[in-house]
């Protein structure tokens, strides 16, 4: 063991892991940080990268303490790290800064995955977030009520785990720079409000008694207001009314009482302690007579109240009001209710004082001893800043509806725009502000508790000042700027609240208000759309102006809309939609085929909202839009035809190999498309669908070598001197590539006579090299990788050898899993002859006369059993990995090639390179029971399926299906299943699968 350190160290010279080198490098405890690297183990602890990324977090002890947690809890994490430079970024980041959020992961290390792919960096919509949070609690999203599966312990552990789940994505955002301050506190809100419905829908499942009640839950404070910490008391007021039934209405009072009932339960819903901890309290303090007053009025209750005995606070706390949850259409009459007497109320008597003194009561109660590091209630804290806004806000904006914001940067700027404060009072107060703000979310996210006091520990300074990017002196350079902030914020706060003019211009006559709608929002909301507000935007680029385009933009889009909104992601559909507008907009014949063909703007939508795969390939080949009239339009092109027209395109471009390639790769592109639509379509099965995608791969290939041939042989002034094919290996040999595959090939050649063998041998590597390069330059389509790592001595061996050379291997060389291996063999490009004659030297040894010995059939079982326990991903689950998982293609592609290899050297029939033709031949020669062979069959054709689902929704290729649940729901719909069936969809594969298994273990490892 202590030579395997030796060499570790060895290799990576440069890192020196002692205690003194981590404890200059930032570690406060050396010796235990050089303890936890050496228990990584050797990759880890020589990772500079790692070492890096740990030295650059606020607190690298804390974050190596949390990283060995996560590593001893799940070691795949640490492979993950390496080669994922985001998850590096984004899971340390946080690791370094929360203690809590750390131990939340290494209770669910899944929720790293947050933390990967594309969408790591991307905000959530709000909808996206209230969706995850109800199916955490088993309610379904779409219902106008919806009603959680229960209210036990399970449930809302099930709910916290969701939201900080989120919370940590959030988190690495923030962290990492990705996201500022106004998204995170946005988001946030956006996040309280789904717990809250929630919350709500495990209080109505119960008390089932209270449907005859509509509740309306409004936000208050920085809630409402959508600038909500990590950890605050969510401010509420709960607005109640009777639901009409059968023509009669339930009386009040009894509404009343069940929507207390409701009220209360969703409030222990959110708050109660469970083993996964609580979320907050939901404080409705804010209510009309405060915690004296009733839990929940109705809406004219309300209103009586606030004519008659509001008090000025009151007023001032409404200007952030908002519905969060609940009734959405009784929470906005609520919210228009009291907008009209926000904007009135500094008309009061006395309004303005009454601000003011409410300010100087709220300083009085703040500790004598916290008062200084106070960054909320202190002098030159937040409150400050917030009050001095939210008076501006009250006396302007009666009669400037522009300054009529909830959040308070949003009002700030409104304020300076409109010339009521000063542009650097404006900047100034903007600045303390976001860097209070900053500070208050730090200080909560390392416990995740609710404080807002600045600690006096110099460890904890120190982790404020590095999480702020304060390198040099962080102690000292983050209570520096602290101050600096805080004086400022207290000096503006004195000059603008204490104003002598603002009582007077209280006084003034009040302007009217102007009300804006939100129906059209409302409606994309309500059609299951995540974005409105992006929506309406794509919709307004498209429809506006007088043109006949957008005339007939304007008739499609009411129809369009709906069937976007019958897609896995109407979003998506719709943003597409644009973009191939974008594009083919002032083409005469898009939108006149759109209008008039209805089937070509069904498809489009259908295509649209659910893959991305599809819609990447039409924006750059929008033309393609054409072949969606017709089912003709879809069929497979015959490999002939495909293979006349890529030839004929690289004859056009004689010496120009990278531009005859493009051009070959966008017909690949736009024959990739076709079969896409017609895959999605149902028009075409799996496979047909391999079929297609492998002769087109077999075309690309054979255009290529052209073009690398006559590139080659430019550069060498003469032919090749030699001949030269390409042997298609793997699922290209079988006939069953899917969208995501690599090209597994090996190259041949055999010179002819005169030439030397050295400068055959050259050419022959040359025209592969070019090949390889010529298929891999950046391009928009897909790429097809050529794997030629199936060649004797793997990438060891040469990448092309003679006719010769392979016959003298595979004579004296050859093990069994080559033997396996060249079951897929298949002649796809370059020199016929040649590869018929390699196929005649294959065969002996994949259809060996009476079949491969006994010690062979032992080894290939031993083989494959080693790749069940090395080659599936760490983390990935076995019953849903679609190649190598139990039941998978794997399992039913290694079955039906033993029987190939015991049986086919007497059975023709049995000579196939194609899986399902080989189980067919099997079960006709009584070699595989019927059933045992419609079993593997079923398994093999839904692991297909899935896998070219998967690259088709998500645009890029993966094995596993995803475990985030809004992912399996859009690939289950693409499958073909409802909206609500995703999980039926997994227990169909579990049960094709475990069947199979069952098979499998049988048939490969028993006869």
């Known amino acids: 063991m202590a030579g395997d350190e030796e060499g570790a160290v060895e290799a990576v010279p440069r890192i020196q892991t002692t205690a003194g080198r981590l404890a200059r490098l930032g570690f406060a405890d050396g010796t235990r940080a050089e303890r936890l690297l050496d228990g990584l183990g050797p990759e880890a602890a020589g990772d500079l990268g790692l070492l890096d990324s740990l030295v650059a977090t606020a607190d690298p002890d804390l974050a190596l303490t949390s990283l060995d947690r996560l590593a001893e809890r799940d070691p795949g994490v640490l492979a993950e790290l390496r080669g994922d430079a985001g998850l590096r970024a984004g899971l340390l980041g946080v690791l370094g800064v929360s203690a809590a959020l750390g131990e939340h992961v290494v209770r669910h290390p899944e929720h790293r995955r947050l933390l990967t792919g594309g969408r790591a960096a991307v905000r959530p919509p709000a909808a996206e977030l ?6 955490a609690v088993g309610a379904e999203p779409g219902d106008p009520e919806p009603r959680a599966a229960g209210a036990d312990a399970a449930v809302l552990s099930a709910l916290r785990v969701a939201y900080r789940g989120r919370l940590l994505h959030l988190a690495a955002r923030d962290l990492t720079g990705k996201a500022g301050l106004a998204e995170v506190t946005a988001e946030l809100s956006d996040l309280a409000g789904a717990a809250l419905e929630a919350g709500l829908a495990v209080a109505r499942a119960e008390h089932p008694e209270c449907d005859a009640v509509r509740l309306a839950v409004i936000g208050m404070g920085k809630c409402g207001a959508r600038e909500l910490n990590y950890i605050s008391d969510v401010d509420v007021i709960f607005v109640a009314e009777p639901r009409e039934r059968d023509g009669g209405t339930a009386d009040e009072t009894e509404a009343v009482r069940l929507a207390t009932r409701l009220a209360q339960a969703m409030m222990r819903a959110c708050s109660a302690t469970t083993p996964e901890g609580s979320l907050w309290e939901v404080d409705a303090a804010l209510r009309p007579e405060g915690r004296a007053g009733p839990l929940v009025r109705t809406l004219a209750s309300h209103r009586a109240y606030y004519r008659r005995w509001a008090k000025t606070w009151e ?15 009784l929470g906005g009459r609520y919210a228009d209710m009291v907008d009209e007497m926000v904007w009135q109320a500094a008309a009061r008597e006395g309004f303005v004082e009454d601000v003011q003194a409410m300010r100087r009561r709220v300083e009085a109660h703040v500790r004598v001893e916290e008062a200084e590091r106070q960054i909320k209630l202190g002098p030159g804290g937040l409150r400050d800043i917030e009050f001095a806004v939210q008076l501006l806000q009250l006396v302007h904006g009666r009669s400037d509806p522009l300054l009529r914001r909830r959040a308070t940067l949003s009002a700030l700027a409104a304020l300076s725009r409109g010339g009521y404060v000063g542009r650097d009072d404006a900047r100034a107060l903007a600045e303390a502000y976001t860097f209070l703000r900053r500070v208050e979310h730090l200080l909560q996210l ?8 600045v600690p006096e520990s110099e460890d904890d300074l120190r982790r404020l000042g590095r999480a702020l990017g304060m390198a ?3 102690v000292g350079a983050f209570t520096t700027r602290w101050r600096q902030h805080a004086n400022q914020a207290r000096r503006l706060h004195e000059k603008l609240f204490y104003r002598p003019l603002l009582a007077a211009v209280a006084r003034l006559p009040e302007s009217e208000a102007r009300l804006s709608t939100a129906a059209a929002h ?5 059609l299951g759309y995540t974005d409105p507000a992006g929506a309406l ?10 043109s006949r385009r957008a005339a007939i933009q304007r008739t499609l889009l009411p129809v369009m809309l709906g069937w976007f909104a019958d897609t896995p992601d109407p979003d998506a559909g719709l943003l597409g939609f644009r973009q191939v507008s974008d594009r083919l907009g002032t083409t005469p014949w898009y939108l006149r085929l759109l209008r008039d063909e209805t089937v070509v703007a069904e498809r489009l939508a259908r295509l649209l909202g659910t893959s991305r795969y599809a819609t990447g390939l039409l924006l750059h080949a929008p033309e393609a839009v054409a072949m ?6 879809l069929d497979p092109r015959p490999a002939t035809a495909l293979l006349s027209e890529a030839r004929a395109t690289v004859g056009r471009h004689p010496g120009e190999a990278e531009t005859a390639v493009a051009r070959v790769r966008g017909l690949r592109r736009r024959e990739l498309f076709r079969t896409a639509v017609a895959d999605l379509d149902g028009h075409i099965g799996v496979e047909q669908v391999g079929q297609a995608l492998s002769a087109l791969n077999d075309v690309t290939i054979a255009a290529a070598l052209d073009a690398a041939v006559g590139k080659v042989e430019t550069e060498r002034r003469g032919p090749l001197g030699t001949r030269f094919t390409v042997i298609a290996m793997g699922r290209l040999g079988g006939l069953e590539c899917s969208y995501g595959s690599d090209a597994d090939v090996m190259f041949v050649h055999d010179p002819l006579p005169g030439t030397a063998e050295k400068d055959a041998a050259d050419a022959a590597q040359a025209v592969a090299g070019e090949l390889r390069r010529l298929l891999a330059l950046p391009a928009p389509d897909p790429p097809l990788l050529i794997d030629p790592d199936l060649r004797p001595e793997g990438k060891a061996g040469p990448l092309v050898r003679t006719l010769a050379s392979y016959a003298a291997y595979y004579g004296r060389w050859s093990a069994p899993w080559e033997s396996q291996a060249l079951l897929r063999a298949r002649h796809c490009a370059g020199d016929a002859a040649l590869g018929e004659e390699f196929l005649a030297l294959a065969d002996p040894l994949r259809y060996p006369a009476g079949g491969v010995p006994d010690a062979a059939v032992l080894e290939i079982r031993r083989l494959k059993a080693r790749m069940e326990a090395e080659r599936l991903p760490r983390g990935a689950d076995p019953a849903l990995h679609t190649k190598l998982g139990r039941g998978g293609l794997s399992d039913v592609e290694w079955v039906a090639q033993l029987l190939q290899l015991r049986h086919a050297g007497d059975l023709p029939s049995l000579r196939t390179t194609r899986t399902l033709q080989a189980l067919r031949a099997a079960v006709a020669e009584g070699l595989l029971a019927a059933e045992d062979g419609a079993v593997l069959a079923e398994a093999w054709c839904l692991a297909s399926r899935v896998r070219d689902a998967i690259v088709l929704v998500r645009g890029r290729a993966a094995d596993s299906i995803p475990g985030d649940v809004r992912e399996r729901t859009l690939l289950s719909r693409a499958l073909g299943y409802p909206p609500e069936a995703s999980e039926d969809f997994v227990d169909d594969y579990r049960r094709a699968t475990r069947r199979a298994r069952r098979v499998v273990e049988r048939v490969f490892y028993e006869t």
């Open 130 to 135: 209230r969706a995850e949070l109800l199916l």
């Open 315 to 329: 007023f001032q706390a409404l200007l952030k009001a908002r519905p969060v949850a609940g009734d959405a259409e």
């Open 446 to 453: 390392h416990r995740l508790r609710r404080t807002h006091v």
């Open 472 to 474: 040099v002196d962080p």
């Open 522 to 526: 409302a409606r994309l909301e309500a």
């Open 537 to 546: 935007r794509h919709l307004t680029a498209l429809t506006s102006g007088v």
């Open 628 to 633: 969606l009239a017709s089912d003709g339009g």
